[in-house]
């Protein structure tokens, strides 16, 4: 019965019905029908659910209607782990209260200009979107005032605790008043997430969608066993195959993300890479021309992904299968939005990908399928197929044809048949394809020219070197603990070993310690949030009085430093550099 439900049975305003019906929506999605009414009641919620399941409008539309526009101070506060997502999810407030007057909202997030942000919080606001590293930051200055605010949503509760935010969320709860609501929105429940719950929330009502109504209903998934030299061939041959408009390709690293760029490019297809390396200016460039089609396929990784909100891609691709079956869902959830259908494809190579497909399976309780490359004989009837539907649209359009009946005239009087003229025309449209199909003649299952031997040889050496260049490195672990004269991140490795030992990290200085009054976790919430590396894979941290150290994966040095020196942490400036000792 949910599902009949209208948004005008849900208790919400003329204003936000009016901007709905302008936004395209026509009905509630099962989270919007079970959180709207809880959160106008003024009840704490615990809200289980995925990206692209319309959890923004879930908490968004409640916000909106309760924030008394009299009062022009913050009412409400939304915390996101990226800058990507605070500013989604403020572009749908804005959205929102397209009809509310007198209604203000901002975003504050780290890589902004903070004064420009200070300027908006001193005009005024309602509602607050932001990163809780930059959020601290505003509190530290006192810029951002709490004292007002009813409400506090949590959005990706679970990505924010990855990244070392706990501490930081804490001390923010702790700056509101007591009387307030608050919600959590997260993709699982782990322990710290119903820690957190217990502590600050009072009676929660839990609002959970179930996997499978999220993730698979609209995506159909398929895998190919592929061996890794044939995986551009084969995306290539995929993409044309299917004519997609837009399609996203996953890579586990940002080196990956860049050679199947460049890859894509050199073959003809409209690509664009999107991950840490890049500035925020430059992100935003990236995903507006893919919003706007000026490009057909974004590459990207996990981290740079957070945030993207495209609701008419049609295939998601996992060129590497995903670190862990959580990230799977996030990808595939990409595609199928918004009612629509959606196909998501992963790329298989040996048996250790065919176990994390399986493992897939179990974890999303739905199958995915093995399919059979589109041979070359596919492909060329796709190109015949395609050639006949454009020739009869133009020939069925009433345009001016004088000059092409006098170009036909022609070659009729030189003593060519229509026949001859026919063939002619579609030798010009298809030739280089054929071409093409004949020079790359061999089939994906077996390898390249030279034989099943040959492909193995080239599969095993490559698989080999991309699983080596993918380190997790370590894992965060147990609380602080203080030892000597530094307080050191106790943040050990799965294998046990220190990672300030492990030949792939490298250990940076930073000029700030405990007399800045710094933490491990500001330490690794600045370098996750700003640089777009996983919090999992920092390593040891030691704080000093006047200085500290942490421990970075090598492959990120250059990048850490050139970003954070731009950067501060707890609103101070702050300089990396290669430790010299």
């Given amino acids: 019965m949910e599902n009949e439900l209208l948004f005008s049975d849900l208790g919400i305003s003329e204003e936000i019905l009016s901007a709905v019906e302008d936004m395209g929506y026509t009905q509630p999605s099962p989270i919007q029908t079970q959180t709207i009414p809880l959160l106008l009641e003024g009840n704490d919620v615990i809200g289980q659910a995925q990206t692209g399941t319309g959890k923004t409008a879930a908490f968004g539309i409640p916000i909106i209607d309760l924030v008394d526009t009299s009062i022009n101070k913050p009412q409400a506060i939304i915390l996101c782990p990226t800058r990507e997502l605070a500013v989604q999810v403020e572009g749908e407030i804005v959205k929102l209260s397209k009809y509310k007057k007198r209604l ?26 932001g990163t809780p590293g930059r959020v601290m930051d505003h509190l530290d200055r006192g810029t951002l005032d709490l004292s007002n605010v009813s409400m506090i949503v949590l959005d990706e509760a679970d990505e924010m605790l990855d990244m070392g935010f706990r501490e930081d969320i804490e001390t923010i709860l702790k700056s509101m008043p007591e009387e307030r609501q608050t919600v959590f929105f997260s993709a699982t429940m782990p322990k710290p997430i119903l820690d957190l719950t217990r502590k600050y929330q009072t009676d929660p009502k839990i609002v959970k969608v179930l996997r499978k109504e999220l993730t698979v209903e609209n995506i159909t998934q398929v ?107 996030h990808r595939i959830g ?26 897939l399976e179990k974890f999303i309780k739905t199958s995915i399928n093995k399919l059979s490359p589109p041979s070359s004989a596919d492909l060329l009837e796709m190109k015949q197929d395609q050639l006949v539907k454009d020739v009869t649209r133009k020939v069925s359009q009433e345009d001016d044809n004088t000059i092409f009946e006098a170009t036909i005239g022609k070659m009729l009087a030189d003593g060519l048949t229509l026949e001859q003229v026919a063939m002619g025309l579609i030798k010009l449209q298809m030739g280089p394809a054929v071409k093409e199909l004949n020079e790359l003649n061999f089939d994906l299952d077996m390898g390249r020219p030279g034989g099943r031997d040959e492909g193995r040889r080239r599969e095993g050496r490559d698989f080999r070197s991309e699983r080596g260049s993918y380190d997790r490195g370590g894992d965060r672990g147990g609380s602080d603990r203080r030892g000597g004269k530094s307080d050191r991140g106790a943040r050990p490795r799965k294998d046990g070993k220190d990672s300030a030992k492990d030949a ?26 700003e640089t777009g590396v996983s919090g999992r894979s920092i390593g040891g941290i030691d704080i000093f009085e006047n200085f500290s150290f942490v421990d970075v994966p090598k492959k990120d040095v250059n990048h850490v430093i050139s970003v954070m020196n731009t950067n501060t942490i707890k609103g101070k400036a702050v300089n990396f550099e290669i430790s010299k000792g």
């Fill in 334 to 359: 990409r595609t199928g939005r918004a009612g629509k259908f959606g196909t998501a494809i992963n790329f298989v190579t040996g048996r250790r990908d065919l176990g994390k497909i399986r493992d």
């Fill in 104 to 129: 203000a909202s901002t975003c504050i997030y780290g890589g902004d200009p903070i004064d420009r942000q200070i300027k908006a919080l001193r005009k005024g606001v309602q509602i607050v979107v």
């Fill in 504 to 529: 792939n990290m490298a250990r940076l200085f930073l000029n700030l310690g405990k007399k800045d009054h710094i933490r491990p976790n500001d330490i690794v919430g600045a370098i996750a949030g």
């Fill in 223 to 329: 895998y190919y066993e592929v061996k890794t030299p044939l995986k551009m061939d084969l995306v290539t041959r995929l993409i044309n195959v299917h004519q997609f408009t837009l399609s996203l390709i996953f890579c586990n690293t940002k080196r990956a993300t860049d050679q199947v760029t460049e890859e894509l490019i050199a073959r003809g297809i409209q690509a664009e890479a999107l991950h840490g390396d890049l500035s925020q200016a430059q992100r935003t460039k990236v995903m507006n021309k893919f919003r706007k089609g000026h490009c057909s396929v974004l590459v990207a990784t996990d981290v740079a992904a957070r945030g993207i909100d495209v609701d008419n891609v049609e295939a998601v691709f996992n060129y590497d299968l995903p670190l862990d079956e959580e990230n799977y869902v």
